[in-house]
């Protein structure tokens, strides 16, 4: 099965009702996220032993949220939204959307926010970024949306991605559209944009894992995929559950070799997508150590050079 966002228009003037009991996809909504994500990893730090990397992701969580609201996005999406619904394709797709000038400026921005809090190395990129032509910016969300990442260093992808991020994340907040499920595969990717999750979160209320929707790495929205299912393939044979405590899990699969983590809001409410896969990487290490690769990828974790 896939997902796929139709107009906004079509569905008014229907007068069929809405049937799923489950909505297939969430969009995201930003007020207050990223300062919920910048306070959990700061929780979490406190007793992680990469409590300084995650108290860094912190900062860059913090830019995001005052550079929302110091730059909000207006655009038309619904012409946008027509054109792709007919081909299947995720309407802010990271492989065809044309980028305008404004996840650079979203950038700029969020390097003036983190100037200060930064020192050494990571001051040192910020200020390296800072003198980057557009085209060397362009050169590198280019490769790292085609998964180039050897052609960006990691200590700049976090900055990078944290602009285009937040930039996709604000046209996702936008679309005038609906969701339906309908025959097809490449469930593994974002119908909203075609990135890969960060991880997936069983919300609460839900009844055997019922409620589990795969949050994008890129625009922040979830879609539903039920937890006895592999997110990455779609079988349902070989699938097992490995976890270090009860509010974190890693499905794994047989048939394709990978894993994703299942976070449980129910045992604790607090949990965060981005934060609390970045504070379980002993989990990672284990899958690794099982043979098992991730399907997923964190937003502050980038393989690079």
């Not at 050494?120 to 590198?140: C, F, P, R």
């Not at 469930?187 to 949050?215: A, I, K, N, T």
């Amino acid at each position: 099965m896939s997902i796929r966002i139709i107009p906004q228009q079509p569905l008014e003037a229907s007068d069929k009702p809405a049937t799923d009991r489950i909505p297939p996809l969430l969009f995201p909504r930003l007020k207050k996220l990223y300062q919920r994500r910048a306070a959990r990893l700061r929780d979490l730090a406190a007793k992680n032993p990469l409590g300084d990397y995650l108290r860094f992701a912190a900062v860059i969580a913090e830019a995001q949220e005052i550079v929302l609201y110091d730059h909000p996005l207006q655009m038309d999406l619904h012409a946008r939204l027509v054109a792709t619904a007919a081909s299947g394709k995720p309407p802010l797709d990271i492989l065809t959307l044309p980028r305008d000038a404004h996840w650079q400026r979203l950038l700029h921005s969020l390097i003036a926010e983190m100037k200060p809090e930064m020192s050494g190395q990571a001051l040192a990129v910020l200020e390296n970024l800072e003198k980057a032509s557009s085209q060397e910016l362009e050169a590198m969300a280019s490769a790292m949306f085609n998964n180039d990442f050897a052609q960006v260093s990691s200590d700049k992808s976090p900055f990078i991605w944290a602009a285009l991020s937040l930039y996709w994340a604000q046209m996702a907040e936008l679309i005038p559209g609906k969701a339906r499920v309908e025959a097809g595969n490449q469930r593994q990717f974002c119908p909203v944009c075609g990135s890969v999750p960060v991880s997936s979160v069983v919300h609460m209320g839900s009844e055997d894992d019922e409620l589990r929707y795969l949050h994008c790495n890129l625009c922040e929205s979830e879609w539903h995929v039920p937890a006895t299912t592999c997110s990455n393939c779609e079988q349902t044979r070989e699938l097992h559950y490995w976890s270090l405590d009860s509010t974190v899990k890693a499905e794994s699969c047989g048939d394709c070799g990978t894993y994703l983590k299942l976070l449980y809001q129910e045992k604790d409410p607090a949990l965060e997508p981005v934060a609390d896969d970045l504070a379980t990487l002993v989990l990672d290490a284990r899958m690794e150590q099982e043979g098992f690769a991730r399907s997923s990828l964190n937003p502050f974790l980038f393989p690079g050079e």
